[in-house]
C-alpha cells in the first residue's frame, strides 16, 4: 500500500477533554504528530500571558492542534456523499489541520510585534524546508508540502478546503473558543458544535450553513464576542502582555548599545537583529524564554531587571480607560512629568488599544473585504447570516474597541516630590482607577 | 503612542475621501508594498490580501471621532464612506510622522475601483514569484473575477508606475 494510504493496524486515539476523543487511522497523521517540530507545540501556550489571570490557562498549541484536526476529521466524514466535496482532498485537509499553527513562538503575539515576524512565514518554513515534517509530506507525493503549505497560506486554489481551516466558522475557531473556555473556566465560550458540524453543507468554493442551524451558528457569534471580552482582551492579561512586549524592547534596545549582558543573550541574537533563521527560530520555546527573564532578574540594567521581576512575579502595571480625543493633553503633561521624576514613561506609561490585539469579530464583510457566514435558505439562495439574525446584527453593530492606560501604581505611590499629586490627579481624570487583582 | 492610528489619519487626511471597506484595504496595502511604513499585518482571504488588524483600527478611529463613516444602503448591500473629521485633523496636528510623501499614489490608488485594486493587490502579494508566474497565480486564486490580459497588463503598467512615485 503506498504511504497516502497506509493505515494504523489499530485506530489509536488521543484523550481530550474537549472533544472526548482525537482519532488517528492515517499513518502520515501519526507520522507528523511525532516530528520534533510538532512535538515543539506541547513547549508554546496556547493563551501566552492568559494564565497570570486565569489560572487554569496552561493548555498548549499541541493540544489546539489536536483539536482542529479533529473538527476537521469530523466534518469531512460528514461531506463524504456531498456532491460538492472532492473526497481526494481528505488527507490534505487533515495534515493542513493538524499543521496550520506550526510556526507559532513563544508568546507570538510580543515577539512578532516587537522583533518584525510573522508566525506564518514560520509555518512555511518548516512546511517546506529541510524537516521531518516536510520529509513525511514529500513522501505522501511529490510536491504534496507545497499544497499543504498553499492551504494554510490560504492561496491553495480549491477554496472549499482553505474554508475549513480558516473562514468566519471554521474549525480553527471551533476549537479554540471551546478549548479556551475550558481551561481558563469560563462558563462562556460553549455552543453546540455537533449541531454546527451536522448543518455544514460545501456549497462551491465554500461551507455554508442550513437555515434551519442559525440558532447553533448565533451562539457560536456570541460565544466569540463574550471570550473576546471576558478573556482574550482582559485588562490583567494586557498588562502582562504590555510589560512582555516592554521586556522585548528593553533587551533589544540594550543590545543594539553593546551592552554587556551577564550571560550572553544567544537564543535571542537573531531576534534582536531581526532575522532568526528557521534552527534558531525552533530552539526558542518558552522554557528558554523563561530561563532568560529569570537571569534578566538579577541585570544590572534597572528597567530590565524592573520588568522581567514584574512579569516573574505578577507584578502588573494598573490601568485607568483612556480616551485618546479627550485625554491628549493629560497624557502629554503625564509623559513629561514621568520623564522628570526618572521614570522612562517609554517603559512605564503604556496606551493600549484593542487592535494591538486583534482578535477578530464576526464581520459581514458586505463589500467583499472578507467572507461572511452565509446560510442556506430552503430556496437554495444564500443570505448573509446579520441580514437573517436580529442577534448576530446587533452584536455586529455594537462598539468593540477601547483604550487603556498603564502605568506602574507601587512607582507612582513611592514617590516622594510634589508631582505624585499632580499624577495622581491627572489618573484619576482619567476614569474610574481600577486594581490589577 | 498611537502612532499606527496617526499613520492611518496621514493617510486620511490625504485621500480626503475613500469609497468602500474593500477599497481601504486595498490601498492601505499597495501602499505598505510600496514602502509606505504602515504597520497592519495582512494576510490572504477570498477577496484577496485583507488586515483584520486594519479593519480594527479604523473602527476604533471611527469609535473616537476621528473619521466619519457613513453607511450608504445600496441593492443588496451597505457600502460605506470614511472622511477625516476636525477632531481628527487636531489629533494629527500633535504628530510629527516620520513618512514619505506619498499624496501621488494615494489620488491615483484613489481614482481605481476596488476590482482593479483586488488584482494589483493580489498580484503584489505573491510578489516574490516570477512575474510570468504571478499571472497563473492570480487565475488560480481569482477564478470567478474572470480577469483579462488587458486588465493584468494594465495592472502591471500601474504597479511600475506606483514605483516611479515611489522613487520620486
Same mark, same amino acid.
Request: net charge negative; aromatic share 12%.
Given at each position: 500500500?503506498?504511504?497516502?494510504?497506509?493505515? $494504523?493496524?489499530?485506530?489509536?486515539?488521543?484523550?481530550?477533554?474537549?472533544?472526548?476523543?482525537?482519532?488517528?487511522?492515517?499513518?502520515?497523521?501519526?507520522?507528523?504528530?511525532?516530528?520534533?517540530?510538532?512535538?515543539?507545540?506541547?513547549?508554546?501556550?496556547?493563551?501566552?500571558?492568559?494564565?497570570?489571570?486565569?489560572?487554569?490557562?496552561?493548555?498548549?498549541?499541541?493540544?489546539?492542534?489536536?483539536?482542529?484536526?479533529?473538527?476537521?476529521?469530523?466534518?469531512?466524514?460528514?461531506?463524504?456523499?456531498?456532491?460538492?466535496?472532492?473526497?481526494?482532498?481528505?488527507?490534505?485537509?487533515?495534515?493542513?489541520?493538524?499543521?496550520?499553527?506550526?510556526?507559532?513562538?513563544?508568546?507570538?503575539?510580543?515577539?512578532?510585534?516587537?522583533?518584525?515576524?510573522?508566525?506564518?512565514?514560520?509555518?512555511?518554513?518548516?512546511?517546506?524546508?529541510?524537516?521531518?515534517?516536510?520529509?513525511?509530506?514529500?513522501?505522501?507525493?511529490?510536491?504534496?508540502?507545497?499544497?499543504?503549505?498553499?492551504?494554510?497560506?490560504?492561496?491553495?486554489?480549491?477554496? $472549499?478546503?482553505?474554508?475549513?481551516?480558516?473562514?468566519?466558522?471554521?474549525?480553527?475557531?471551533?476549537?479554540?473558543?471551546?478549548?479556551?473556555?475550558?481551561?481558563?473556566?469560563?462558563?462562556?465560550?460553549?455552543?453546540?458544535?455537533?449541531?454546527?458540524?451536522?448543518?455544514?453543507?460545501?456549497?462551491?468554493?465554500?461551507?455554508?450553513?442550513?437555515?434551519?442551524?442559525?440558532?447553533?451558528?448565533?451562539?457560536?457569534?456570541?460565544?466569540?464576542?463574550?471570550?473576546?471580552?471576558?478573556?482574550?482582551?482582559?485588562?490583567?492579561?494586557?498588562?502582562?502582555?504590555?510589560?512582555?512586549?516592554?521586556?522585548?524592547?528593553?533587551?533589544?534596545?540594550?543590545?543594539?548599545?553593546?551592552?554587556?549582558?551577564?550571560?550572553?543573550?544567544?537564543?535571542?541574537?537573531?531576534?534582536?537583529?531581526?532575522?532568526?533563521?528557521?534552527?534558531?527560530?525552533?530552539?526558542?520555546?518558552?522554557?528558554?524564554?523563561?530561563?532568560?527573564?529569570?537571569?534578566?532578574?538579577?541585570?544590572?540594567?534597572?528597567?530590565?531587571?524592573?520588568?522581567?521581576?514584574?512579569?516573574?512575579?505578577?507584578?502588573?502595571?494598573?490601568?485607568?480607560?483612556?480616551?485618546?480625543?479627550?485625554?491628549?493633553?493629560?497624557?502629554?503633561?503625564?509623559?513629561?512629568?514621568?520623564?522628570?521624576?526618572?521614570?522612562?514613561?517609554?517603559?512605564?506609561?503604556?496606551?493600549?488599544?484593542?487592535?494591538? $490585539?486583534?482578535?477578530?469579530?464576526?464581520?459581514?464583510?458586505?463589500?467583499?473585504?472578507?467572507?461572511?457566514?452565509?446560510?442556506?435558505?430552503?430556496?437554495?439562495?444564500?443570505?448573509?447570516?446579520?441580514?437573517?439574525?436580529?442577534?448576530?446584527?446587533?452584536?455586529?453593530?455594537?462598539?468593540?474597541?477601547?483604550?487603556?492606560?498603564?502605568?506602574?501604581?507601587?512607582?507612582?505611590?513611592?514617590?516622594?516630590?510634589?508631582?505624585?499629586?499632580?499624577?495622581?490627579? $491627572?489618573?484619576?481624570?482619567?476614569?474610574?482607577?481600577?486594581?490589577?487583582? | 503612542?498611537?502612532?499606527?492610528?496617526?499613520?492611518?489619519?496621514?493617510?486620511?487626511?490625504?485621500?480626503?475621501?475613500?469609497?468602500?471597506?474593500?477599497?481601504?484595504?486595498?490601498?492601505?496595502?499597495?501602499?505598505?508594498?510600496?514602502?509606505?511604513?504602515?504597520?497592519?499585518?495582512?494576510?490572504?482571504?477570498?477577496?484577496?490580501?485583507?488586515?483584520?488588524?486594519?479593519?480594527?483600527?479604523?473602527?476604533?478611529?471611527?469609535?473616537?471621532?476621528?473619521?466619519?463613516?457613513?453607511?450608504?444602503?445600496?441593492?443588496?448591500?451597505?457600502?460605506?464612506?470614511?472622511?477625516?473629521?476636525?477632531?481628527?485633523?487636531?489629533?494629527?496636528?500633535?504628530?510629527?510622522?516620520?513618512?514619505?510623501?506619498?499624496?501621488?499614489?494615494?489620488?491615483?490608488?484613489?481614482?481605481?475601483?476596488?476590482?482593479?485594486?483586488?488584482?494589483?493587490?493580489?498580484?503584489?502579494?505573491?510578489?516574490?514569484?516570477?512575474?510570468?508566474?504571478?499571472?497563473?497565480?492570480?487565475?488560480?486564486?481569482?477564478?470567478?473575477?474572470?480577469?483579462?490580459?488587458?486588465?493584468?497588463?494594465?495592472?502591471?503598467?500601474?504597479?511600475?508606475?506606483?514605483?516611479?512615485?515611489?522613487?520620486?
Amino acid at each position: 500500500m503506498v504511504y497516502k494510504d497506509e493505515q $494504523l493496524d489499530e485506530e489509536k486515539v488521543f484523550k481530550d477533554p474537549v472533544h472526548r476523543y482525537v482519532h488517528v487511522k492515517d499513518r502520515v497523521i501519526w507520522d507528523l504528530i511525532a516530528t520534533p517540530e510538532f512535538q515543539r507545540l506541547r513547549r508554546i501556550k496556547q493563551l501566552g500571558t492568559t494564565n497570570l489571570t486565569f489560572h487554569g490557562a496552561e493548555h498548549s498549541r499541541f493540544n489546539h492542534s489536536l483539536g482542529v484536526y479533529e473538527i476537521v476529521r469530523r466534518i469531512i466524514f460528514n461531506f463524504r456523499n456531498e456532491p460538492h466535496w472532492n473526497t481526494k482532498e481528505r488527507l490534505l485537509c487533515l495534515c493542513a489541520a493538524l499543521l496550520h499553527d506550526l510556526g507559532h513562538g513563544p508568546f507570538s503575539h510580543s515577539f512578532e510585534k516587537v522583533f518584525k515576524l510573522d508566525h506564518e512565514d514560520f509555518t512555511q518554513q518548516i512546511i517546506l524546508g529541510r524537516t521531518h515534517v516536510h520529509t513525511i509530506l514529500e513522501k505522501v507525493e511529490r510536491g504534496f508540502s507545497q499544497k499543504v503549505a498553499d492551504v494554510i497560506a490560504k492561496t491553495y486554489e480549491d477554496k $472549499l478546503v482553505v474554508s475549513l481551516i480558516s473562514s468566519q466558522i471554521d474549525a480553527d475557531r471551533m476549537d479554540y473558543l471551546q478549548r479556551d473556555a475550558y481551561f481558563t473556566g469560563v462558563s462562556y465560550g460553549h455552543f453546540d458544535m455537533e449541531r454546527i458540524l451536522r448543518v455544514m453543507r460545501p456549497i462551491d468554493d465554500q461551507v455554508v450553513i442550513k437555515s434551519s442551524g442559525m440558532h447553533a451558528v448565533e451562539d457560536y457569534i456570541m460565544s466569540r464576542y463574550q471570550m473576546y471580552w471576558q478573556v482574550y482582551f482582559h485588562p490583567v492579561t494586557r498588562s502582562a502582555e504590555v510589560i512582555l512586549s516592554k521586556i522585548l524592547h528593553r533587551a533589544k534596545y540594550l543590545f543594539e548599545k553593546k551592552y554587556r549582558f551577564k550571560l550572553e543573550p544567544t537564543h535571542f541574537i537573531s531576534f534582536f537583529n531581526e532575522r532568526p533563521v528557521l534552527d534558531e527560530y525552533l530552539k526558542l520555546d518558552e522554557a528558554i524564554v523563561f530561563y532568560y527573564f529569570q537571569l534578566w532578574q538579577e541585570e544590572d540594567d534597572p528597567i530590565l531587571r524592573d520588568l522581567c521581576e514584574r512579569f516573574m512575579n505578577r507584578r502588573l502595571f494598573k490601568y485607568v480607560e483612556f480616551n485618546p480625543n479627550q485625554q491628549m493633553n493629560q497624557w502629554m503633561e503625564l509623559y513629561r512629568l514621568f520623564q522628570e521624576a526618572g521614570i522612562d514613561p517609554e517603559y512605564y506609561l503604556v496606551v493600549d488599544s484593542s487592535s494591538d $490585539l486583534p482578535y477578530d469579530f464576526y464581520r459581514p464583510g458586505e463589500e467583499e473585504e472578507r467572507l461572511p457566514i452565509h446560510l442556506l435558505m430552503p430556496n437554495n439562495e444564500l443570505r448573509e447570516l446579520s441580514r437573517q439574525s436580529d442577534i448576530v446584527e446587533s452584536i455586529s453593530g455594537k462598539k468593540r474597541t477601547d483604550h487603556k492606560l498603564y502605568f506602574p501604581a507601587d512607582i507612582v505611590s513611592s514617590m516622594q516630590d510634589g508631582k505624585k499629586q499632580r499624577i495622581l490627579e $491627572l489618573l484619576d481624570n482619567g476614569g474610574a482607577k481600577k486594581h490589577v487583582n | 503612542m498611537l502612532t499606527n492610528h496617526a499613520k492611518l489619519m496621514q493617510f486620511f487626511s490625504i485621500a480626503k475621501e475613500v469609497t468602500g471597506r474593500k477599497k481601504l484595504q486595498k490601498m492601505i496595502y499597495i501602499l505598505q508594498k510600496n514602502n509606505v511604513p504602515f504597520a497592519e499585518k495582512y494576510q490572504f482571504h477570498f477577496y484577496g490580501p485583507y488586515s483584520e488588524e486594519l479593519s480594527l483600527r479604523i473602527e476604533e478611529l471611527t469609535n473616537l471621532g476621528f473619521i466619519s463613516e457613513e453607511r450608504e444602503e445600496k441593492s443588496n448591500y451597505y457600502q460605506y464612506h470614511y472622511q477625516i473629521t476636525g477632531d481628527g485633523r487636531e489629533f494629527l496636528n500633535q504628530f510629527t510622522l516620520d513618512m514619505p510623501d506619498f499624496t501621488l499614489m494615494v489620488e491615483r490608488l484613489n481614482t481605481k475601483s476596488s476590482r482593479f485594486l483586488e488584482l494589483v493587490s493580489t498580484m503584489l502579494y505573491f510578489d516574490d514569484l516570477p512575474r510570468n508566474e504571478i499571472a497563473e497565480k492570480v487565475h488560480v486564486v481569482k477564478p470567478k473575477q474572470n480577469y483579462t490580459d488587458e486588465e493584468l497588463k494594465e495592472a502591471w503598467m500601474f504597479i511600475d508606475s506606483l514605483q516611479e512615485n515611489q522613487l520620486a
